[in-house]
């Protein structure tokens, strides 16, 4: 948009151009008087703002987006030729928005649920959309199925609720009659569906695609992204409680990151099979719900991506972006994975009627960086004014300008024979829908498993049928006995209960594959991290600036937080500004956290719930707290037992010792101290 600049001052105008004189009256007869219709600058701007909304994504609809860039290592010319992978000189810009899938747009962040991970690269030939979850498989193993599960995880049609959330009987009723989704809901209950943060989760494409050489050698992959910060997880107490004191947690997170110059990275890399070694896997290539363990076959590094710009806009952008898992570029090629090939007619078809019209690409989110021309025309929304009378080919009046076909560069499909019956039916190769769950469930470290098991139980219980209960312990029997039997005795009922489940294909024990676990590969970091600092009037003024020193050599973010926003006195009389308000920062919003606690500030403090509960939570929550020995009697107050998690600050260099010990991360032998599992 222009600006409108009279005598050099800005101006609001109307749409028309128009400057506008008053923005604060409307037009009326009289100064008490009704409106009178022949406003028409009133009429345009409520129009306008009647109009502001789209439709929302029928799943994902909740997003977070970011500006990026992408750059390989070393070409990777030897399996695709496609262009962006070829230089590790060559930069491509990206997009990237991440979701949530069950909840509408204005829902919380941090409801137990998949997260969407889709990438644009605006490449040299093309926008490339890398459509994938933060969860390697999925629920379901044919395109004909999705619009079931949406409906049976979205809020149940006739009462409009629950929002955001899985735990209903709806869902349940699905899954327990669909086998397939069994190891995905293995996924779906692990700590990988409640993350920390959207720079600390892992994507994949989860369908095999393939890579196809200059030569025409077609290899299959699957696609992985990996944060350079690792992965973490909140536990379920403190994602209940985050949704109500941010529920823009993992929005606002992604934002302050890049705004403060930490900017999030995440290394993408492939597994590739050789066409002839498909057949020597366990598994069907072509089947969404199964995974390649890493141990079976490593990921090979492609580059790194990092996330350096804010959105200027969320609705233009975020909003307004439209991916399409059928957006290729030469060198990469579709599977006959039949979600995926269901998935390749979707997309386009949603942004028709979300974005309202086929000139969605016009959009400047979803535009090619690369030229783009052909000779579609008109339409709703069409930005462009073609000039010509030529607008087919072939066209011996066109001029010499216009688009022709590429046949050295352009996209080609790789010529996979393909024969067979016209036919409906689930291939046999896709039968065996326990093995993996089992693989995945007792690849898991103790507390991840114990996890599991707490989320099946809660979601469960939120089930009123027993009938779908008793069957989803008949299947929990085949994935796993002790799981079965713990989620049973959470629940308060016999596994006796359980309703007998024929596997079509008998489970087997396949190899572990540690690599699955996130507590296994926690990279034990402050990077990225954030702690939060509870100061008082009188504060020590040197713990606190060593404290600071400590987390900025971690690069970790740090927080202050005080019982009155204004701020306090230091003991050296500096004045500290803090961020927070002590009721609005509960330390659920920190990963680590230290009360800097003043011998006259303490009385008042162990008086007031809200710090006794940012204590009482930070420990609950496993976390490590660092305390002045004034804050002692609050720590009592909480009812902490102190342990190696809990670390007094006193003695020299009090910021190294508190953060040689953050480091490490959640203090997880402290849970089963403090919960049972249910
Ligand atoms: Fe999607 N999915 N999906 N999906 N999906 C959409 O497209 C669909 C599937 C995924 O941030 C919709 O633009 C079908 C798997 C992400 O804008 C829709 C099937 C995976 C996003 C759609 C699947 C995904 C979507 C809704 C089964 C992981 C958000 C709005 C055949 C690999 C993209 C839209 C964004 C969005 C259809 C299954 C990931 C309706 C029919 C599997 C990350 O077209």
């Not at 222009?2 to 004189?21: K, R, S």
């Not at 930069?91 to 204005?106: K, L, M, N, P």
């Amino acid at each position: 948009m222009h600006q409108v600049a009279v005598d050099g001052e800005p101006h609001l105008t109307t749409n028309q151009g128009l400057p506008i004189a008053d923005n604060q009256n409307s037009l009326k007869a009289g100064v008490r008087g009704p409106l009178l219709l022949e406003d028409f600058i009133l009429r345009e701007k409520i129009t306008h703002f009647d109009h502001e909304r789209i439709p929302e994504r029928i799943v994902h609809a909740r997003g977070s987006g970011a500006h990026g860039y992408f750059q390989p290592y070393e070409s990777a010319a030897d399996i695709t030729s496609a262009g962006f992978l070829q230089d590790p000189k060559k930069i491509t810009e990206v997009f990237v928005r991440f979701s949530t899938v069950a909840g509408g747009a204005g829902s919380v962040d941090l409801p137990r649920d998949v997260r969407g991970f889709a990438v644009k690269f605006y490449t040299e030939e093309g926008n490339f959309d890398l459509v994938g979850n933060n969860i390697p498989v999925f629920f379901i193993q044919d395109a004909m199925k999705f619009p079931d599960v949406v409906h049976a995880v979205k809020m149940e049609p006739d009462r409009g609720f629950p929002q955001a959330a899985s735990a209903h009987a709806t869902f349940w009723d699905f899954i327990s009659l669909t086998p397939e989704s069994m190891h995905m809901i293995m996924w779906a209950m692990s700590d990988r569906a409640i993350p920390r943060s959207l720079r600390m989760i892992e994507g994949f494409g989860v369908h095999t695609f393939r890579f196809i050489t200059a030569k025409g050698v077609s290899r299959f992959v699957k696609f992985h992204w990996r944060p350079t910060i690792g992965s973490a997880a909140v536990v379920w107490d403190e994602a209940v409680k985050i949704s109500g004191a941010d529920p823009d947690f993992h929005r606002r997170d992604l934002w302050e990151a890049i705004e403060r110059g930490d900017f999030p990275e995440w290394e993408l890399g492939v597994q590739v099979i050789e066409e002839g070694q498909a057949a020597d896997l366990d598994f069907d290539l072509l089947d969404p719900t199964k995974l390649i363990p890493e141990e079976i076959i490593p990921i090979r590094m492609l580059g790194k991506m990092v996330l350096n710009r804010n959105p200027d806009n969320h609705f233009a952008e975020t909003e307004q972006v439209a991916y399409c898992p059928s957006h290729i570029v030469p060198g990469i090629g579709f599977s006959d994975d039949p979600l995926l090939q269901g998935r390749l007619f979707s997309y386009l078809d949603t942004q028709l009627s979300r974005l309202g019209g086929p000139n969605f690409h016009q959009i400047p989110v979803n535009a090619p960086r690369c030229p783009f021309a052909n000779n579609q025309r008109d339409g709703l929304r069409q930005m462009h004014v073609h000039k010509g009378r030529v607008a087919y080919e072939p066209s011996q009046i066109s001029p010499p300008s216009a688009p022709r076909e590429c046949p050295m560069h352009g996209f080609r499909t790789h010529p996979e024979a393909e024969t067979g019956e016209k036919i409906r039916k689930r291939s046999d190769t896709f039968a065996d829908h326990y093995s993996q769950a089992r693989l995945f469930y007792r690849s898991m470290t103790v507390p991840e498993q114990n996890h599991i098991a707490s989320a099946l139980a809660f979601e469960l219980a939120k089930v009123e049928i027993v009938g779908i209960r008793q069957r989803m312990l008949g299947h929990l029997a085949l994935i796993d006995p002790v799981l079965q039997q713990t989620v049973a005795d959470a629940l308060g009922m016999s596994v006796k209960e359980s309703v007998k489940i024929q596997a079509a294909v008998a489970p087997r024990d396949l190899a572990l594959s540690p690599s699955l676990s996130m507590i296994a590969k926690d990279p034990q970091t402050l990077k990225g991290r954030k702690a939060g600092i509870l100061v008082t009037e009188g504060t020590d003024a040197s713990t606190l600036q060593a404290l600071l020193a400590a987390f900025s050599n971690e690069k970790a973010a740090v927080e202050l937080i005080a019982p009155k926003i204004g701020g306090v006195t230091a003991s050296n009389g500096s004045a500290i500004a803090v961020h927070h308000s002590l009721s609005g920062a509960p330390s659920v919003l920190f990963d680590t956290v230290v009360i800097l606690a003043s011998e006259k500030a303490i009385g008042d403090l162990v008086r007031e719930a809200a710090a006794v509960n940012w204590v009482r939570d930070a420990f609950g929550h496993l976390k490590v707290i660092g305390y002045s020995p004034e804050a002692t009697a609050l720590m009592e107050a909480a009812g902490v037992e102190p342990d190696d998690g809990t670390v007094l600050l006193a003695g020299a260099n009090p910021g190294k010792t508190f953060v040689r010990s953050a480091k490490q991360g959640r203090r997880w032998d402290r849970e089963p101290t403090l919960r049972s599992i249910g």
